[in-house]
Every structure is written in structure tokens, then in C-alpha cells.
């Protein structure tokens, strides 16, 4: 049942179920969950996403069932893809193509966010999960996709139920339904801190003081920020996508056809990269990407726009003679950020030292694909405390942290309202912006 409007209420006084931080991934799936739940819950967001200020942009994200970063992520991907498709129905907006996905890794190549042995734990995932897909030999690549000229050592996994998501209106679909469902929303408004106190949490922006029961705080590169305990384990970086155009029109079909893929294409710390089919007509190109962590950067002094030596490197250090049917004209490029924790992982927990917090940086540059999951996950945590699947893995500080924190909440009921924590002030004074993720 949808929550009762705002308009209903004693504004000064009322306390939400929920506030979610962000509304980008992860915070709009958390909305949506939450709305869907029937739970009072609020959406705030500086900006009005989907915008480009973030990382929930850029026309497409990848997304494939068998996780190369770990099998332990692959609950989470399994349960996106049924809430994509649910959201397709309820929406009536087309959200996932499945238009299978290609990994390619050369002998030797260093693996991918952390994962040494990233094409063997795709499979290996794939094997533990039952996930449909083919082994492929550097031949068999050649013959079957003649739009990648190979280093000659690869070897490759191909999945029929991979393909992209399209991350604007993923977001725009879930604000609306939450929206629908009762959910309040409101954009453009900065928070500026939150202060937790008993049982509630006092969010604070520029039009005053909103109350909620839990908060879940879904920043993105803008989180570290709000909660300055995880400043020292998140680190931001840039990453630019490109939009080279095909060299010859007549074979557009042939890259509109394509797969996504991930190429490992070389032993060295900067050897790869990653594409999408041609969707945009023949005149469109088609999008690639490499990923960096060699210069962290921030909200305030990233660069937004891509330098015209930036797109030349990418071009002759990984296009031009990987995929010769791109030409070196760049019709558009992309900023965004990556958030990064500890060994490429995800923080989706309690914070350990306010209960009645959750922190979703379900990000590292490979998030996007489960974001629909983590809302669900997130809405289950604010609700019940616990959620469906195991998010242990995720937890901060280890499973202990969030089996203490899931205690502490549990020690709260019965609480008379004071504040047996230490109530700690966040006062940032900057803006809040979506959750952050990428591929």
C-alpha cells in the first residue's frame, strides 16, 4: 500500500520510515523496494538524476551472470536480471538487452578489479552457478566475430544471457514507480549532515530537518565526504568512455550485432579493455572504454571533459589495432567515477557504530549489473534488518562488523529514544550526489 503524501502530515514532526541518500543506482532501487515494501520512505538527491555528474550514465552498462570478481556477487546478478525484467513490465521501458557477452584474456594477462584469474573465475562461477556458456579458442573467436584482430593467445567464455543495461533509464523507471508507490522525492536539495540520536536519525538539507527511522546513505564518490570513517578506504578515480566511429557504414549490422566484451589483451597493468554493440545507427560508432587507477581524483577537481590527447591515446593504444574497423574519429566522449573499496569489493552494511545507518557503496567500477538486487537488499535491511541474500562478504570491517551492528539494532528495541550511542555529527557542508558504479 502506498505511503500516505506528505501533504498529509505533520512535516515538522513526521518520521519517515526510511531516507535514502542519492538517488542514483542504488539509491533509486532502494526507493523503489522501499515504496514498493509500502514503507514511508523519502528520496534526496542535490541533482535530478539520471545526470552526468555521477557515474549512472553513459548509455549502457554491461552486465553478465558469471563473476569474474567472485561467486559470491552472482546471487546478486541473478536476482537483477528478474527485477530488470519486472521493471520493463511495470514501465513499459526497455531497460536489458540480452545480447550475449564475450570475455577475452591473452595467457598471462593480471585479471581484472582484483581478480587474478579473472576469465578462470568467470568460469568457475559459471560452473558453480549453472550459467549457460562456451569455452572459445583464439580460432574460434577469429571465425565467429571478425571485429577483434587477436594478440593470437587468447582464450574465450562466451555467455548467451549477458548484454547491457541502459543505466538512465533504470533510474528514471525506478523514481517514477517509487514515486507511484508513495515515495517522496526530492531533488535539487542538498544535504549538508545527518545526526544520529536513539532511534532516529535527523537528516538535515537546506530547507531544514527531516526525521527517519534508518538512512541509508548511497552517495558515491561523494559518500567518503559524508561519513569521513570511510574516507581512508574509498578511493575515487576518473574513467572516460569513447564513441569512435565505424570506418566503413556498410558494416554497421556486423557491430550492431556484436556482443559486449572485456578483453585482457596483454600481461601489463593497463591491457585491457571493454565495448558495446553499435546501437545508435550507423553514423553513432560504437562505445569502448579502458579503466585506470594510477591518479585518484574528486567531486570538485575532476576533470568533466576529455582532453583531445586523452581520446588520441586511446585510440592508438587500444583501438586501432584491435578493432580496425573503428576509425580514429571520435564522435563523442564521457566522464565518470569510479568508487573504489578495498581489493575492488562492495561496503553494504550497518554502519558499525550507528545502527540505524546503512552504507551502500556497491560500486569499485563493477556495480551497476547488481544494483536492482541491492535495492532490494537495502529495502530488507531498513524493514527487517536482514536481508534475503548473503551480503556477509560485503559487510564493513568483515561479517563481525555488521553481526554487531545487527545486535546493537536488536539491543535498541525498547529503547526509551536515548541516545546510548555516541551520536557522532556528520557536517559536511557539500553536496550529495547518486551512488556510484560503472561497468
Known amino acids: 500500500m502506498p505511503a500516505r503524501p506528505l501533504a498529509a502530515r505533520d512535516a515538522a514532526s513526521f518520521c519517515y520510515d526510511a531516507i535514502v541518500i542519492g538517488l542514483g ?47 559470491e556477487y552472482v546471487p546478486l546478478v541473478k536476482r537483477s536480471h528478474e527485477i530488470w525484467r519486472e521493471l520493463e513490465e511495470e514501465s513499459g521501458l526497455d531497460l536489458f538487452q540480452q545480447c550475449g ?20 573465475q568467470t568460469v568457475a562461477s559459471a560452473e558453480q552457478h549453472g550459467i549457460g556458456h562456451e569455452r572459445l579458442s583464439a580460432d574460434q573467436i577469429r571465425m565467429r566475430y571478425p571485429q577483434f584482430d587477436l594478440a593470437g593467445s587468447e582464450s574465450g567464455y562466451y555467455e548467451p544471457e549477458a548484454g547491457f543495461l541502459r543505466p538512465e533509464r533504470c533510474v528514471q523507471a525506478q523514481l517514477r514507480l517509487a514515486r507511484q508507490r508513495g515515495a517522496t522525492i526530492r531533488l535539487g536539495e542538498e544535504v549538508l549532515s545527518y545526526r544520529e540520536q536513539g532511534d532516529r536519525v535527523t537528516v538535515t538539507t537546506r530547507t531544514g530537518p527531516v526525521l527517519a527511522r534508518r538512512v541509508v546513505v548511497a552517495a558515491g564518490p561523494w559518500l567518503p565526504r559524508l561519513v569521513p570513517d570511510l574516507a581512508g578506504s574509498l578511493k575515487v578515480y576518473r574513467q572516460v568512455m569513447y564513441w569512435f566511429d565505424l570506418s566503413d557504414k556498410t558494416q ?26 553499435a546501437i545508435d545507427g550507423p553514423h553513432g560508432g ?9 591518479e585518484e581524483t ?80 537495502l529495502a530488507q535491511l531498513v524493514v527487517t534488518g536482514r536481508s534475503d541474500i548473503d551480503i556477509s562478504p560485503f559487510a564493513l570491517g568483515g561479517s563481525a562488523g555488521r553481526e554487531q551492528a545487527l545486535l546493537a539494532g536488536d539491543e535498541r528495541g525498547g529503547s526509551d529514544g536515548g541516545d546510548h550511542r555516541d551520536g557522532r555529527h556528520r557536517d559536511e557542508g557539500d553536496v550529495l550526489d547518486h551512488d556510484e558504479v560503472h561497468e
Open 252 to 277: 554497421y549490422d556486423t557491430y550492431r550485432e556484436m556482443p559486449i566484451f572485456i578483453w585482457e589483451f596483454g600481461t601489463g597493468q593497463h591491457h585491457l579493455m571493454y565495448g558495446f554493440p
Open 25 to 71: 543506482a542504488m539509491g533509486s532501487a532502494a526507493l523503489y523496494q522501499l515504496a514498493k515494501a509500502g514503507a514511508s520512505v523519502l528520496g534526496i538527491d542535490r541533482y535530478s538524476p539520471p545526470h552526468t555528474l555521477g557515474s549512472t550514465h553513459g548509455d549502457t552498462r554491461i552486465t553478465r551472470l558469471a563473476i569474474g570478481e567472485g561467486a
Open 101 to 120: 557477452g564475450l570475455i577475452m584474456a591473452v595467457q598471462g594477462a593480471p585479471g581484472i578489479h582484483e581478480s587474478a584469474t579473472f576469465l578462470g
Open 298 to 377: 574528486t567531486t570538485d577537481t575532476v576533470a568533466r571533459v576529455a582532453a583531445g590527447d586523452e581520446i588520441d591515446a586511446m585510440y592508438e593504444r587500444y583501438v586501432k589495432d584491435r578493432l580496425p574497423g573503428l576509425s580514429s574519429r571520435c564522435l563523442r566522449s564521457a566522464t565518470c567515477l569510479y568508487t573504489v573499496a578495498p581489493a575492488s569489493r562492495f561496503l553494504i552494511d550497518f554502519h558499525p557504530m550507528e545502527p540505524n545507518v546503512i552504507i551502500a557503496s556497491a560500486c569499485s567500477g563493477h556495480g551497476f549489473k547488481h544494483s536492482a538486487a541491492i535495492g532490494e537488499v
Open 286 to 294: 560504437a562505445k569502448v572504454a579502458t579503466e585506470q587507477y594510477s
